[in-house]
């Protein structure tokens, strides 16, 4: 009888004409973009400005990139540096192998590079941007359906996934299906995304709270998706070396979650400074274009007279006059040679 299944894709590369598009750069590339597009949305939401998110990600995705695949390539260093290996397919991509806790470290590295040259504070971006990598994530992880790769236990159950002989183990060189292991954790990080999302919006997550439940959420459903595959692993007291990742990054997510709502309840009331503070010399005060000094409008201050400029012409003596003196044709007796006002 005939078992249902998840079929896997022939081949893991697309040409279009002379390009060949593979499959899992695709979706690391399509992950990317929504990453950027809900983490821009959010940001503004948020009080930030547009485009900021967008220029941030210039420099975390390329060190994402970087971390991930030094993170797959030191803890599988045997697939490239014994005996039989090419060690430049180290350099190769393409071909999968990228490790999360690698792209995260590194990501936030190259974020936190982006956030300093623009005066922000790297918890708040990474508030705006965490659910939104969470998505890159689900999408990112069809990359492992392209090329066959980090599945489950045999079994044959109706969405088992079939897989080729030439990218079956070798202890299992018979069986045909196995567990969608990339679905799974697909699946697993919309939750997240959504969770987040929820939990942001309901109690107003910042200082980095929202990006804290991101990453523990996902370590719990890594913990025992990691555990299901069958691929090459590092063991240590019987746990895969990706499971005792997941166990101390989620404690420091926790840690991190609890500590910052007690010492920074609520969100931030401004996430991205005013350009004019990031302009201004080094110790200069930052002052309003329209600031008036304190003096000013009680008719109280009078402007210094300039030195350049001849004296005002005084009032006409006879305006000070006092009231009940004679006609202005009986002038009072003055004192010889005093001047007339005219």
């Known amino acids: 009888m005939d078992l249902a299944f998840i079929p896997s894709p022939s081949q893991g590369v697309v040409h279009l004409g002379p390009i060949p598009l593979r499959g ?3 979706c690391i590339i399509i992950g990317v973009f929504v990453a950027v597009w809900l983490g821009g ?12 998110v967008a220029d941030i990600a210039v420099w975390a ?17 045997e697939l490239y540096f014994t005996s039989g290996k090419d060690w430049v397919d180290a350099f190769k991509i393409w071909q999968g192998g990228l490790g999360i806790w690698g792209a995260i470290a590194f990501g936030a590295l190259g974020a936190w590079i982006g956030c300093r040259r623009r005066g922000i504070a790297l918890p708040a971006h990474a508030d705006a941007i965490a659910p939104g990598i969470a998505f890159a994530q689900a999408i990112g992880r069809w990359g ?3 090329n066959q790769e980090l599945y489950g236990r045999p079994t044959d ?12 183990p070798d202890a299992t060189p018979d069986v045909v299906t196995y567990h969608p292991t990339f679905l799974y954790e697909s699946l697993w990080c919309v939750g997240v995304a959504l969770l987040v999302l929820w939990a942001d919006r309901r109690f107003r997550l910042g200082h980095g709270r929202a990006f804290a439940l991101y990453v523990a959420s996902y370590t719990v459903g890594r913990f025992w998706i990691e555990y299901m595959r069958v691929d090459d692993a590092h063991h240590i007291l019987g746990l895969r070396l990706n499971d005792w990742t997941a166990i101390v990054v989620f404690a420091g997510a926790v840690l991190y979650f609890v500590l910052s ?22 110790g200069a005060p930052v002052t309003a274009p329209d600031a008036v000094p304190d003096d000013a409008g009680d008719g109280s ?6 030195p350049d400029e001849p004296p005002a012409a005084t009032e ?11 006609p202005a044709d009986e002038p009072a007796d003055e004192p010889e040679g005093a001047s007339k006002s005219v």
């Open 61 to 77: 995705v390329p060190f994402g990139l970087v971390g991930g695949r030094l993170y797959h390539v030191i803890t599988d260093y």
């Open 157 to 168: 159950l109706p969405w088992a996934l079939k897989i080729d002989p030439a990218h079956r």
């Open 24 to 26: 899992y750069a695709f």
């Open 316 to 326: 006409p003596a006879a305006s000070a006059a006092p009231a009940g003196a004679g």
């Open 301 to 306: 201050a009078t402007p210094p007279p300039d």
């Open 261 to 282: 709502a007690r010492r920074h309840p609520g969100r931030e009331e401004t996430v991205e400074p005013d350009p004019a503070v990031l302009t201004a010399p080094a």
């Open 144 to 146: 492992n359906w392209f």
């Open 41 to 52: 949305r959010r940001w503004i939401a948020r009080g930030g400005k547009a485009g900021t």
